[in-house]
Every structure is written in C-alpha cells, then in structure tokens.
C-alpha cells in the first residue's frame, strides 16, 4: 500500500540527488545567482525586497535582504535601479552580489552558516531584516541521498532473507516451515518456490 507512494519518493529524491551533484560540480567553475527583487512604493516611502538563491564554490545560499526607507534618502540613480531590476533574473550582471558575513553570529561556518545579518559591498545601506542561510552542497547531497541508500540496503537484506529462508526450505515470505507436498503457504497463502505445482 504504501510502497508505491515510497518508491515514488525515492525516485524524486534520487533526481534530485543527481540535480545537486551536477550543481555541486558546477558551481566550482561558474556562480550562478538567481534573484527575485521586489519593489513597492507608497507616496514616499519604499520598500525594497531582494530574495537571491547563489550556487558558488561548493555552496547553495539562500539570502533575504529588505531595504526599507524614504525615498529621499537614497539617490535617485539607485531608486531607478531598484525598479529596472524587479522580477525574477538569472546571472543578469550587475548582479547585487550579498556575501554572508563570516561568524556573524558566531557560528565556525566552515562553508556552513546560518546568519541574521548580511554584507553589502556596495556599501553602507539602511538594512533592516536580512537573513541568509548557505548549505554546502555535500550536506544537501547527503540529507537527500538517505532514503535512497536506505532503501537500497533494506532491499538487499530483504532478499538475502528470502534466499536464506527458500534454502531452508520455508516460506520465503514468512519462514513458515514447508513441506515438498505444499502448493501454497498454510500461514500466508503465497505460492511454494518449489514442489506442488511448479510454481517459482
Ligand atoms: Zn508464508
């Protein structure tokens, strides 16, 4: 019953293992920045939404940065900026690049972080919630890889038992003992791998 909805399961996960390790890969010869920036305004005021997925160096980070203020307080330059660059992109230079502060919260990140504030190289900037959190990608590989090996093991010494038990001469399906005379399985009706009808 619940096989099929498993396997399924598996078989996306097992995609999605492949997906990561061609990522992993790449992103050790090219950065790829997808980004969805958001612009609302209201009389004067702005609010400037930047959500950014970055696959770099063995890393996938996922940063939020929000820039909220009055629309005098930045350039006019910048503010036409912001609304050219609204929407979805991928690796559109310029590109705002967020780099994750190292140890921002004091975490020994390792390529590995989860962070409450953010850089900008761009300079000093009204930032007021920001968030990031970079995964390295053997961490994702691997959390997306245990059902699969999981899977894979149970299988194996699932069947090691049914052999064990076929050369026992017992039901490979619930190692009730049988006799050469036996068509099916007294205990659990399953056909005989061997006697009776020739059923294997
Ligand atoms: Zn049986």
């Not at 990561?20 to 050790?28: I, L």
């Not at 009389?43 to 203020?69: H, K, P, Q």
């Not at 780099?99 to 000093?124: C, H, S």
């Not at 619930?174 to 006799?179: A, K, S």
Request: glycine share 4%; charged share 20%; with cysteine.
């Amino acid at each position: 019953m619940w096989r099929l909805p498993l396997n399924f399961v598996t078989a996306i996960l097992l995609l999605l293992c492949v997906a990561t390790a061609a990522m992993w890969v790449r992103s050790h010869y090219a950065k790829d920045v997808y980004q969805h920036f958001r612009l609302y305004q209201a009389s004067d005021s702005f609010r400037f939404v930047a959500d950014m997925i970055r696959s770099d160096d063995g890393v996938l980070a996922i940063t939020r940065w929000e820039d909220v203020g009055p629309q005098s307080a930045i350039p006019a330059e910048a503010f036409a900026d912001m609304q050219k660059r609204a929407g979805w992109s991928v690796n559109r230079p310029p590109t705002i690049y967020i780099d994750v502060a190292p140890n921002a919260i004091g975490f020994d990140y390792q390529r590995f972080e989860w962070n409450a504030a953010v850089l900008l190289p761009t300079g000093p900037a009204p930032v007021t919630g920001d968030g990031a959190l970079a995964l390295p990608y053997w961490c994702i590989f691997s959390l997306l890889a245990v059902l699969p090996l999981w899977r894979l093991v149970a299988w194996r010494i699932r069947r090691q038992i049914r052999a064990s038990r076929i050369r026992r001469n017992c039901c490979p399906n619930c190692g009730y003992e049988l006799l050469p005379t036996y068509d099916r399985c007294p205990r659990c009706d399953v056909p005989c791998p061997f006697g009776g009808a020739e059923n294997t």
